[in-house]
């Protein structure tokens, strides 16, 4: 597989290592990332891990169905 270096700026570099999961390397950290913004279905649960009120986890479940049902009526799947 080829490869691409890049330079990041050392905020970039601890706010993209922050989202790392256990072994995962940061070329899956940016296509795990990056995939969830090609359709708006993928970037539910994405912050399910955070810890929030009980308020906030339903109003964050309300939208997800929302956003299901708006990306359905748009390209009818």
Known sequence: ?????????EDAYERLKAHKRGDESFSDVVNRL?????????ARGLWDDIDA????????????????DHYDEMFGQ
Do not use: V, Y
Not at 34 to 42: A, E, I
Not at 53 to 68: A, C, M, P, T, W
């Open 1 to 9: 597989m080829a490869t691409k270096t890049l330079t990041i700026t």
């Open 34 to 42: 990056s995939k969830s913004r090609d359709n708006p279905k993928k």
């Open 53 to 68: 009120g009980q308020d906030h986890k339903e109003k964050h479940q309300q939208l997800g169905e929302e956003i299901d």
